[in-house]
């Protein structure tokens, strides 16, 4: 890996002479040594553990996939045209040297959570074929976890949106329970650590959706702005909204996605979301030259208009140009963020309920989740 000097010193001692025990009933057992893995629980546990299975990275791409990898998680995509025959073989013989690696590193494949979904471009129909690993069948999932996110082969997020809901009103639900004997801030405290955050987390996945898909996360919010103020069902909520200086949901989306447009266009996203942005060079020398504006790509590509609107290379760029430029031109991501908060609670039109076809996408995608 390139490490050596003092560094390496660090790591080996680190790592080296580790043994264990078993405690039972108030007997020890005799210390075992521990020859590989790394401490649980520990700070470098799992910057220790990406080291050390780098090199499954290569045996992925030799296969002409791409992959994401977090601790012991890792994902594999592959994008290709309905008419390829071959994709099934290439997915098999992927998942077959897979395995082989691991067993030289002394790991093992959870074929149990390993799951395969398959996302068809519109117009094409799903394929229902199962993979064999290591004599067990995969077969295609409808839907798959990644991270706390469930992805539906239709990208429509509806159990993912279900699911948040769920959780969400029973948190509300026991939160309601002792209502009574809590204060206003010790309420909005407890609501914003148990429903906001799961209602912010990865948010901006849901750029796009038409304002009835995510209804019932606004449902659960205004449920939420009612239970700090501790005031009855029917309660009209946008004051109370106001007060909390809570963004409603479609705005906390926008928000989002924005904040990743901002850090894309500054160079500080990831490379695969800077990739995404281009920033927009007049033809000829202009007053625009100076706006800090996005270049928007044009719609007008064989295919449907709702195809493509949910696309982030195509509609944060639409929302980032609509901003005013005090706040596309803002000097740090602090100043973008309380400008931009500032912009979105101006009052904005509702978008209509478009038909389920609008948030199918263009692609094949193949996903797979493998655990240590």
Not at 238 to 243: C, E, F, M, V
Not at 347 to 363: A, I, R, Y
Request: hydrophobic share 40%; with cysteine.
């Amino acid at each position: 890996m390139g490490i050596s000097g003092s560094a390496l010193t660090w790591f080996e001692s680190y790592l080296a002479d580790r043994s264990y025990q078993v405690a039972w009933r108030g007997s020890l057992s005799f210390p075992h040594t521990l020859s590989t893995g790394v401490p649980q629980g520990s700070v470098l546990g799992p910057v220790v553990f990406s080291l050390y299975t780098k090199s499954l990275g290569s045996v992925i791409s030799a296969h002409g996939f791409s992959y994401h990898c977090y601790a012991d998680d890792t994902q594999l995509f592959l994008s290709f045209p309905p008419s390829d025959t071959q994709v099934l073989a290439r997915i098999s013989a992927c998942l077959a040297d897979i395995p082989a690696w691991m067993s030289t590193h002394h790991l093992k494949l959870n074929l149990g959570k390993t799951e395969l979904l398959f996302l068809p471009a519109k117009g094409s129909t799903i394929i229902d074929a199962s993979i064999t690993v290591e004599g067990s069948i995969v077969s295609p999932f409808q839907s798959a976890r990644s991270l706390g996110v469930t992805l539906d082969n239709q990208l429509c997020f509806s159990s993912h949106i279900a699911a948040i809901t769920r959780t969400c009103r029973f948190s509300l639900h026991n939160i309601r329970r002792i209502r009574p004997f809590l204060t206003q801030e010790a309420t909005q405290l407890l609501v914003q650590a148990l429903v906001i955050s799961r209602l912010d987390y990865c948010n901006s996945l849901l750029a796009g959706l038409p304002a009835c898909a995510i209804k019932p996360l606004q449902l659960v919010q205004n449920a939420a702005a009612r239970l700090v103020f501790n005031q009855p069902k029917f309660t009209h909520v946008t004051p109370l909204l106001s007060s909390l200086h809570w963004l409603a949901i479609a705005a906390r989306i926008r928000f989002k996605s924005l904040v990743l447009a901002f850090q894309a266009a500054r160079g500080s996203a990831p490379p695969y979301l800077q990739s995404l942005i281009t920033p927009y060079t007049p033809p000829r020398p202009l007053r625009s030259a100076s706006a800090g504006k996005l270049t928007a790509p044009s719609l007008r590509v064989p295919g449907s208009r709702s195809s493509r609107s949910r696309l982030f290379s195509v509609l944060v760029p639409r929302w980032w140009n609509d901003l005013p430029q005090s706040v596309r031109t803002a000097e740090s991501l602090p100043i973008f963020r309380k400008r931009l908060k500032t912009h979105l609670f101006r009052p904005t039109t509702t978008e209509h309920c478009p038909s389920s076809q609008s948030v199918v996408t263009t692609v094949y995608l193949f996903y797979t989740v493998l655990k240590k």
